[in-house]
């Protein structure tokens, strides 16, 4: 892994932070960057493999973190999870809901709808008709109910506590839905939506939740999308680059500076309930 460099330094020292999807790509250099300002960190994903390699990379960097095999669909998976990570570190005070993704079957071939398509029936298209309601489905679940669950699963002794922090991770999607992937997008504007809701839903009891929409990151997910075999960009990546006014794609510690802001009591102890894009000016561009 690259060396880590924090834009800041904030104070979570005593803090305990869960990041769902710890193992990714972008969700590992938040947990990293948690670490780094001092908290106790829980590296949660599916893949507990994983999940290690990350918790492992935080120890190795003089922090403290566990890794937790996680399932954010399954309710008992999230309160075995809930039960190690207080029993390991303590009680849980900074949640992230990295965990998402997207699914072939809720992808359409084409950017528009072409009369063609219409005429004669292809097994290489898929149009808009034949999008499959069981990948739409399972692309609502990760993003949405991978959302909602763990929220349930992990806030609750924050509640009680009467302070803590929730970050979910939304996208362009949610601003300017992208072509091809209607399913994608409409679950991160639930989840921008979600956001927004459970903000007021918790302003009562001291637990600010805030959202980071990421712009255009090379993943682990993307990558085939993005760039070809050789190593150059995709004509898909090619009109992203177009459309983003710095014309680069974001680093994964691009995202670093808005998660300690959002995450730190004194930054941003009255920050509840926004959306903040990390696009290179994506959002704010009409495209002329």
């Not at 994903?45 to 003089?62: S, Y």
């Not at 079957?105 to 808009?128: I, N, S």
């Not at 349930?152 to 991770?169: H, W």
């Not at 939506?193 to 009891?205: D, I, K, P």
Request: glycine letters at 10%; one cysteine or more; charged letters at 20%.
């Amino acid at each position: 892994m690259a060396t880590l460099q924090l834009p800041f330094q904030v104070n979570l020292d005593g803090r305990v932070a869960l990041v769902t999807g710890g193992g990714g790509v972008l969700c590992s250099v938040m947990a990293r960057a948690l670490a780094a300002c001092g908290a106790r960190i829980a590296v949660a994903d599916l893949k507990r493999e994983a999940a290690e390699a990350v918790a492992q990379q935080i120890r190795q960097e003089g922090g403290i973190a566990i890794s937790v095999a996680c399932d954010v669909l399954q309710r008992e998976s999230l309160i075995a999870a809930n039960e190690t990570v207080k029993r390991e570190l303590g009680p849980i005070d900074i949640l992230i809901n990295g965990a998402g993704g997207n699914h072939p079957k809720g992808t359409t071939t084409h950017e528009y709808l072409r009369p063609e398509d219409l005429r004669a029936v292809r097994q290489d298209v898929v149009t808009f008709y034949d999008l499959d309601p069981k990948g739409i489905e399972f692309v609502f679940h990760l993003n949405f109910l991978g959302t909602l669950l763990p929220t349930q699963a992990f806030t609750r002794e924050m509640a009680a506590r009467g302070r803590g922090v929730v970050i979910n991770i939304s996208s362009m999607n949610a601003f300017r839905p992208l072509t091809k992937i209607p399913a994608y997008s409409g679950a991160k504007a639930a989840v921008s939506n979600f956001t927004q809701w459970l903000a007021v839903h918790f302003s009562r009891v001291g637990i600010r939740v805030n959202a980071i929409a990421p712009g255009f990151f090379v993943t682990d997910q993307n990558r085939s999308l993005l760039v070809q075999p050789d190593g150059s960009w995709t004509p898909r990546a090619r009109t992203i680059l177009a459309h983003t006014p710095m014309n680069r794609f974001g680093e994964p510690q691009d995202l670093l500076g808005a998660l300690l802001w959002l995450v730190s009591d004194e930054a941003a102890g009255f920050v509840t309930g926004v959306v903040v894009p990390v696009d290179g000016g994506f959002s704010a561009f009409s495209g002329v």
